[in-house]
């Protein structure tokens, strides 16, 4: 089975831009999770999808967003970017159907706001 | 609200040395824990996780954890390191229907040669 995969794997923003990055969850995965992850903090829950549904929020503000498709995939959207946006923003799929909370974690995208 | 707190920011070792990463959560239910780990340039994989029974888990590359449900503690162990045990751990919790996996702060572990 292939992973979780996330594109872009580096980018490179301005202040107030805008970005949108992609996750393909793994096959038969209908649960997709994104994280913040930074040095300082660690990581940070964002959002859970499931079946195109946003099933749980983390505590950030609303330029955070994120839609998940028909087919699992899902894309997470920021807006106005402020410099403390850079991280590596991960992705995770799960099975969700025990909801035990085991996820499965792609690579990254690593977001640079300059 | 559940909280996860690593108690080692950053821990030194030399080859064959003992570890023991502590790991403690707030949650008063019933709680899924897990450990994954970050090598270098790597993504995070899971490394153990306990659901339910034995609280002693065993994981890959030798590692495991004991669950102490009176501590609210999972604390990761190895025997003996190795260089490439070099990488960032981190622990987490789910508990009850949250469905979501919250994570300590990580602890980097270097090994020395």
């Known amino acids: 089975k292939a992973g979780v995969t996330q594109t872009p794997r580096y980018l490179i923003k301005t202040r107030g831009q805008q970005v949108t990055l992609s996750c393909s969850p793994i096959?038969?995965?209908?649960?997709v999770s994104w994280y913040q992850q930074t040095p300082g903090q660690g990581l940070q829950f964002l959002f859970e999808?499931?079946?195109?549904?946003?099933?749980n929020k983390g505590n950030f503000p609303g330029r955070f967003s994120g839609r998940q498709f028909s087919n699992s995939r899902s894309e997470m959207n920021v807006s106005t970017l402020e410099l403390g946006d850079s991280a590596l923003y991960l992705c995770?799929?799960?099975?969700?159907?025990?909801?035990?909370?085991?996820?499965?974690f792609g690579e990254g995208s690593r977001l640079t706001v300059l | 609200a559940q909280s996860v707190s690593q108690h080692n920011h950053h821990v030194i070792l030399s080859e064959a040395a003992s570890l023991e990463l502590g790991c403690n959560y707030s949650?008063?239910?019933?709680?899924?824990l897990f450990w994954y780990v970050q090598y270098p340039g790597q993504h995070l994989q899971l490394l153990l996780k306990?659901?339910?029974?034995?609280?002693l888990v065993k994981g890959i590359k030798g590692f495991e954890a004991e669950f102490i449900k009176s501590k609210f503690s999972f604390n990761l162990r190895k025997p003996s390191v190795q260089w490439s045990d070099t990488a960032e751990y981190f622990c987490?919790?789910?508990?009850?229907?949250?469905?979501?996996?919250?994570f300590g702060k990580g602890t980097k572990l270097s090994v020395k040669p």
């Open positions: 995770a799929s799960a099975d969700a159907r025990g909801r035990t909370g085991e996820l499965f």
């Open positions: 096959s038969g995965h209908r649960s």
């Open positions: 999808y499931f079946s195109e549904t946003q099933r």
């Open positions: 949650y008063g239910g019933t709680v899924n």
């Open positions: 306990y659901f339910s029974g034995d609280p």
């Open positions: 987490a919790v789910n508990g009850g229907s949250q469905g979501n996996l919250i």
